[in-house]
Every structure is written in structure tokens, then in C-alpha cells.
């Protein structure tokens, strides 16, 4: 990979990564920043993923493919913690082509990344129908039992792609066996040669793209290219750190970005944690800050908060920061982008959680059982509200409410906050 010297902006790596229950508005600040990067690298996740950026009033969601496609310049790496659905893959392909966006050239994807295949699904939808009203509320893109094959050893890697007639005997072999354990889980069996002719082509024109993307890193890595490490999901949705179970299937931090790229802890540069200015979460599971009745409606509203992969309406309350100092401590957080913050505008009051109280206990951190994190009741501080419009402000002409909103989240976290959101449009950000 040459260096791409044409930016005027400075060139340093960076990462970004949501610290709440994903949907913080990461597809914009990354989106921003790509192209004072070379390379954008995604790491963990897969098709559940869904990165919304507004590109002169036109809006673009994207699911597998880093945001980096969206710029001539960016090399764009889809890593080996990426779980890859070749049909989601082509769709997302075919859909950026129709608007004048073709990034084949420039897109490289992992040998040992996993595959998401057409039984990934069906599990994840029995698991989830055989769960009943404690199901998770995943995204059905068969994210779970991809991570769970992956882990028991008996996943399926990109690099099968280099011998396709070998990978198709090892699909109908997978596909057989899966459907065994659809059927005991009372789920939906797959068409076993309907799969395999739908999901052969997609495989074949993603063969082409299929690299040892490590060693690419570590070339692009030597020369100095910068990079953009683009992280899915939130922190509080991590297999270890989120409110397990119901959280994703793979590590949304700084550990996800290492392992899930092959690149070290000396190659990210600084870490920026994105955080709406309010707190959103799609799917089951404990929220504590969560508004219920007529204002959480409102909110949702207002703020547009239905799910860019599914459209499922989002869970919405007051931003909860006992969750975003948890975050910004586990991963090294540098500086924060707080997005969405013209959605608060109008509140006479704007409620802030800054702690939890747990059987009439005072709790500054997220407890890991489930049992204790379900009777939290969220502790409020009220900062006044403003009712100016943000957009096209600069920092100093933010209105003093949503000057202090600011400064109340740094001083409480203890990272600076360097961009604020003030519209879904691209320049609707105030850098600092
Ligand atoms: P899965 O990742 O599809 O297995 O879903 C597990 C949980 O993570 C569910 O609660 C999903 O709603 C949530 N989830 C997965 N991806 C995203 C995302 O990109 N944004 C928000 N929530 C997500």
C-alpha cells in the first residue's frame, strides 16, 4: 500500500469505539475522519452492525463495509474478528455500486475471518424462539452461533474461499449437520441445496477479496500509514464487560481491535469514545435508565431512534455516565465525540445519571449480575436545559445549558469532550 500524502490534516491513527449500547452515532465521527486516514480496519462484529452517515442529504447505512468505502482515498481492511456474511456482503456491494460507489479495488477482507451461513441464521433464530420472553433480541444476522462455531472450533474462514469446489463439499457437510440441530431446537431447517445455490456466488465474488490482511497491517504498519480502527456496537453490549447475556457475541473495546486485526497496542494512536447524548438500547435486557410512557416516546421520536439494521424502535433515557465512565476506564479513553446533542434541545431540564442506588446502596459502577444491575435505580443530577438550535453553532456560541452539559460530562468522566453532534448532516459537527 503507497501513502496517501494529498490531506492537508494531520495523519495519525486512530480508534473509535461506542461506549454505550451501540447506535451512538459512529458512522458519522468516523466517517469524518476518514480521510485524514489511509487505512479503515473493522474488527469485530458483523451485518448486525449498521453505520448510518448522511452524505449531502443522501443517507447511506452500512453494515459490513467499513465507512472508509465512502472515500476514493481510504484502503478499507474488514478484519479477522469480523464475521462475514457473503450474501449481506454483496447486497451492501451491489447497493453502494447503484449510487456511484464501487470499492472492490480497495477492499480487503481477512483469510481468518468467519463466515456467517445460511444454518447461522437459523440458530440464532431457534435459540431466540426457544428462549421465549428471556430472548436476547438479537438482530437475527446469525452473529451468536458464528461466534459460538468460531470458538468451538468448528467455524468456517474466508481463506476456504481460495478452493471453492473444497468449500462447497464442506457447506453441504455443514449444512446437514446444522440442520440436526435446527430441528431439535424446534427451529426452521435450511433448504440444503437452495442454500448452497444462493450462497455460492456470493462466495465466488468475494473470493477476489480474500487477503492475509495481517501481514497487509503490518506492511501498511512499517511504511507509517495511519489507520482507523472502526469499532461496532458499544461497550456496554461486550461478551465480558456488557450486561451479559444480553449483550453481542464479540469484544466491542480496545481488546477487539488488537486481536481482531492482528495489529498492536503500539499501532492504535488515540482512542475516541462516541457518546450520544442520551442513552438508547435496542433488545432485551437491564436499562436502568430507561424512559417508559409518553417522554421516552417522545425521545425516540425525536431523536429518530428506530434501528438502522432491524427498524426495531430503540429503548430510550436520560445518558446514563456511571456506563461511560465504566467504558472510558476499560478501554483508555482519550477524548469523547458526544453526538445528537441538538435531540436535547427544548428540555427545560436535562436529568444526568450519575450513580445507582442498589437496595438503598449508593453504586458508582456497573454491578455484573444481572439480578443487581435489574433493581438499579438511576441517581439524577438536573443541568438546565436551552432552547437555542445548535447547528452551524461553534463552541462558544453553543448555548450556555448546552455548554455546561458538556463540561458537567468531562468533569464527571474525566475526558475531554472534542466534537460535539449538532445535526445528522456530515458538517454538523463542532470541532474543539
Ligand atoms: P446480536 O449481535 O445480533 O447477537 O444481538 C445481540 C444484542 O446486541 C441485541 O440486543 C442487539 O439488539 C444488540 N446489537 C447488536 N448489534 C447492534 C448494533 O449495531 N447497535 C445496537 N445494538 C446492537
Same mark, same amino acid.
Given at each position: 500500500m503507497a501513502a496517501d500524502t494529498s490531506a492537508t490534516n494531520p495523519r495519525k491513527s486512530r480508534v473509535v469505539l461506542g461506549l454505550q449500547w451501540g447506535d451512538e452515532g459512529k458512522g458519522k465521527v468516523i466517517d469524518l475522519l476518514a480521510d485524514r486516514c489511509d487505512v479503515v480496519v473493522r474488527c469485530q462484529g458483523g451485518a448486525n452492525a449498521g453505520h448510518t452517515v448522511v452524505v449531502g442529504g443522501k443517507k447511506t447505512v452500512l453494515h459490513l463495509l467499513p465507512s472508509g468505502v465512502l472515500h476514493e482515498s481510504s484502503r478499507c481492511v474488514i478484519g479477522n474478528g469480523v /464475521?462475514?456474511?457473503?450474501?449481506?456482503?454483496?447486497? $451492501? @456491494?451491489? %447497493? &453502494?455500486?447503484?449510487?456511484?460507489?464501487?470499492?472492490?479495488?480497495r477492499l480487503f477482507i481477512?483469510?481468518?475471518a468467519h463466515l456467517v451461513l445460511p444454518y447461522h441464521r437459523a440458530l440464532d433464530a431457534a435459540a431466540e424462539k426457544a428462549k421465549g420472553d428471556a430472548k436476547v433480541g438479537t438482530t437475527l444476522r446469525g452473529i451468536g452461533p458464528c461466534y459460538g462455531d468460531? /470458538?468451538?472450533?468448528?467455524g468456517v474462514r474466508c481463506? $476456504? @474461499?481460495? %478452493? &471453492?469446489a473444497a468449500f462447497e463439499v464442506r457447506l453441504r457437510a455443514h449444512l446437514t449437520q446444522a440442520n440436526v440441530l435446527i430441528r431439535a431446537a424446534g427451529g426452521t431447517e435450511v433448504e440444503v441445496e437452495r442454500a448452497i445455490a444462493e450462497v455460492m456466488p456470493a462466495c465466488r465474488r468475494m473470493a477476489p477479496m480474500i487477503a492475509d490482511t495481517a501481514s497487509i497491517l503490518h506492511q501498511a504498519s512499517a511504511q507509517r500509514l495511519s489507520f482507523l480502527f472502526e469499532g461496532a456496537q458499544g461497550v456496554m453490549l461486550d461478551i465480558d464487560y456488557g450486561t451479559y447475556p444480553f449483550?453481542?457475541?464479540?469484544?466491542?473495546?480496545?481488546?477487539?481491535?488488537?486481536?481482531?486485526?492482528?495489529?498492536?497496542?503500539?499501532?492504535?494512536?488515540?482512542?475516541?469514545g462516541v457518546v450520544k447524548a442520551y442513552s438508547t438500547r435496542v433488545g432485551g435486557g437491564p436499562f436502568p435508565v430507561e424512559l417508559l410512557g409518553a417522554k421516552g416516546d417522545e425521545v425516540r421520536k425525536r431523536g429518530s431512534e428506530f434501528g438502522a439494521t432491524t427498524g426495531r424502535p430503540r429503548r430510550c433515557g436520560w445518558l446514563d455516565l456511571v456506563a461511560v465512565r465504566f467504558a472510558c476506564?476499560?478501554?483508555?479513553?482519550?477524548?469523547?465525540?458526544?453526538?445528537?446533542?441538538?435531540?436535547?434541545?427544548?428540555?427545560p431540564e436535562v436529568p444526568v445519571c450519575v450513580a445507582y442506588e442498589i437496595d438503598g446502596v449508593r453504586v458508582d459502577t456497573i454491578p455484573s449480575r444481572?439480578?443487581?444491575?435489574?433493581?438499579?435505580?438511576?441517581?439524577y443530577e438536573r443541568l438546565p436545559g436551552w432552547t437555542q438550535q445548535l447547528s452551524g453553532s461553534t463552541f462558544d456560541g453553543l448555548p450556555a445549558g448546552a455548554r455546561a452539559y458538556i463540561g458537567f460530562i468531562e468533569e464527571r468522566v474525566g475526558v475531554p469532550v472534542r466534537w460535539i453532534g449538532t445535526g445528522p448532516g456530515r458538517d454538523e459537527i463542532v470541532v474543539r
Open positions: /464475521v462475514i456474511d457473503p450474501l449481506a456482503l454483496c447486497h $451492501e @456491494l451491489d %447497493d &453502494l455500486k447503484a449510487g456511484g460507489c464501487d470499492p472492490v479495488k481477512s483469510d481468518r468460531k /470458538v468451538a472450533r468448528s481463506g $476456504e @474461499l481460495r %478452493d &471453492l449483550v453481542t457475541s464479540s469484544n466491542t473495546g480496545i481488546g477487539g481491535v488488537i486481536t481482531g486485526s492482528g495489529l498492536s497496542h503500539k499501532d492504535l494512536g488515540e482512542v475516541i476506564r476499560l478501554n483508555g479513553v482519550d477524548s469523547i465525540a458526544l453526538t445528537k446533542l441538538d435531540i436535547l434541545t427544548g428540555e444481572l439480578e443487581d444491575l435489574s433493581r438499579a435505580k438511576p441517581i
